[in-house]
């Protein structure tokens, strides 16, 4: 992972790793902390502050908290679907109409923050225990990027998003120097 000025890819654009059990210890890492992280992140942050955007045209620190817990609501079902059905098709959604629903703009983060809490730990006791075979097997196809996506795909590619969303609201509390 490297770090980058373009602030929307504070991290760096998702690389595809090959599997390793050191890939998958540190992936599996990074879904269960996640919400201990972006709760860091957004600790003792104001009301005017999670209302400011993360970059000029981006969301708000609430839209980009929200979003992660829509984003990975979406997840754990593609994973479950992935583990119970052949290669099924997962549903595409609008994640900018979404970031503009009531419930992103009138409740408070602690309810998305409690929410990924919950999601991940199912989450993680879901996959934590999967091998080699099951992750590069088992697979969803997206209709949106008419692509076959593996586990081991999503597993990279959700890791690597809740990081990525972190490092927007972390470098947005460095750059206006947010204690």
């Not at 908290?65 to 829509?70: E, I, M």
């Not at 992750?135 to 999503?154: A, C, D, G, I, Q």
């Amino acid at each position: 992972m490297h770090t980058s000025e373009d602030l929307r890819y504070p991290i760096g654009k998702y690389e595809e790793q090959p599997y390793s059990e050191r890939q998958l210890h540190d992936w599996l890492n990074d879904i269960r902390y996640l919400p201990q992280l972006l709760e860091h992140a957004v600790l003792n942050l104001d009301e005017n502050q999670l209302h400011t955007p993360y970059r000029d045209g981006g969301w708000t620190v609430q839209q980009v908290v929200h979003h992660v817990a829509d984003s990975h609501m979406n997840a754990l079902i593609r994973f479950k679907l992935s583990l119970t059905e052949q290669n099924p098709v997962i549903k595409p959604y609008d994640e900018a109409a979404w970031a503009k629903l009531d419930d992103v703009s009138d409740l408070p983060i602690n309810i998305s923050l409690t929410l990924l809490h919950a999601l991940h730990a199912r989450w993680f006791s879901c996959i934590r225990k999967l091998d080699e075979s099951t992750y590069n097997s088992r697979t969803v196809f997206h209709p949106e990027h008419k692509k076959e996506f593996t586990l081991w795909n999503l597993l990279g590619m959700y890791a690597w998003h809740g990081k990525h969303h972190v490092a927007h609201i972390t470098r947005l509390r460095e750059r206006e120097g947010w204690k």
